[in-house]
């Protein structure tokens, strides 16, 4: 009686469309919990990378927020391996985007006549960017709680392709290949953004904390 | 070589300690995108799952209207189909063939006295 029950159950055509969007519910809030965790998991990285990338740290969040939106609407369905790489390809795109209209906005104003700032200044706090009359150099900033900040400035000040180029590689240990993927350009240029970046930053930092 | 290992760990180290202490505002800004980045995916879903079957009785809607059109109407290539046929009857009727050449010579002959 019970088998017969259910097949009846699995061939009725009602309750089989219940049971397949049932699944469907089901995977679905699956997708959701893991693009949540994904989300979770990278969200302080991208931060600090728009945020170096960019100078401005709400500048940073609406990149940041930005890169997460468009990975949810276009590519939630794709297998999670994949999110990373695309994560991370989305937000480089979106930074270099917010280069060019920051490179044109500011090339409008000039001819306008007003010479805009710098977000990285005007953002800037001036007790931290005021020189230090201590003495206290690179190396003493380094080894305390806020060591990371001689590397975020020199980083800052690299152009934008050795910035990515350092922060993909190193930091979020990717492969040439899909550095490359991600900055949308060749595995030459990225070994050559990365290696004059890695130059730049130890030729400024290396003496002082190395 | 062991110098620049070095110097790229403690590089990597440095900026994973740097999102260690994120200040709370920017932590809650950070969950604040993630939600709504998820909630455009809710929003997404629902949408595609209930436009569906629309999006199909439409598609298909189109297609019968379309076949319908192509075939009530007469195409050329039919028209080329009669015109062809026509001929054939045409070519197929000797008598109509040599009164046509016969027409020919006489114009022929009449342009010929007329030059004379």
């Known amino acids: 009686m019970i088998a017969i029950t259910t097949t009846y159950t699995l061939n009725s055509p009602y309750q089989l469309g219940q049971h397949h969007q049932s699944s469907q519910e089901t995977s679905a809030l699956q997708n959701q919990q893991a693009m949540n965790r994904f989300l979770s998991g990278i969200e302080r990285q991208a931060f600090r990378m728009a945020e170096i990338a960019s100078g401005s740290r709400d500048d940073a969040l609406d990149l940041v927020q930005d890169a997460m939106i468009s990975l949810v609407k276009s590519y939630a369905h794709k297998p999670e391996a994949e999110w990373g790489p695309l994560f991370h390809r989305i937000l480089q795109s979106k930074i270099r985007d917010y280069y060019r209209r920051n490179s044109v906005r500011n090339k409008l104003l000039g001819w306008l006549g007003f010479h805009p700032k710098d977000p990285q200044e005007e953002n800037a706090d001036p007790i931290q960017t005021a020189a230090d009359t201590q003495g206290k150099g690179p190396q003493d900033i380094l080894i305390n709680d806020d060591s990371g900040k001689a590397l975020q400035d020199a980083l800052k000040a690299l152009p934008l392709r050795q910035q990515q180029a350092f922060l993909l590689r190193n930091w979020q240990a990717m492969s040439v290949a899909e550095t490359a993927h991600a900055m949308g350009c060749s595995e030459g240029s990225v070994k050559t953004h990365y290696s004059r970046a890695v130059h730049q930053l130890r030729t400024q930092l290396e003496e002082h904390h190395l | ?116």
């Not at chain 2, 439409?58 to 189909?81: H, M």
């Not at chain 2, 197929?92 to 342009?111: P, Q």
Request: hydrophobic share 40%; net charge negative.
């Open chain 2, 1 to 116: 070589m062991s110098s620049h290992n070095d110097f790229l760990n403690r590089s990597r180290q440095q900026l994973d300690d740097s999102i260690e202490h994120l200040d709370g505002e920017t932590l809650s800004r950070l969950n604040q995108a993630r939600q709504a980045a998820l909630a455009s995916q809710q929003k997404h879903s629902p949408f595609s799952r209930n436009w569906l079957p629309a999006s199909v009785t439409a598609a298909l809607s189109l297609a019968v209207i379309g076949s319908w059109l192509l075939y009530s109407t007469p195409r050329p290539d039919n028209l080329v189909q009669t015109a062809q046929l026509d001929d054939l009857e045409l070519l197929s009727s000797s008598t109509d063939l040599e009164l046509l050449e016969e027409l020919e010579f006489i114009n022929w002959l009449v342009e010929e006295e007329n030059a004379g």
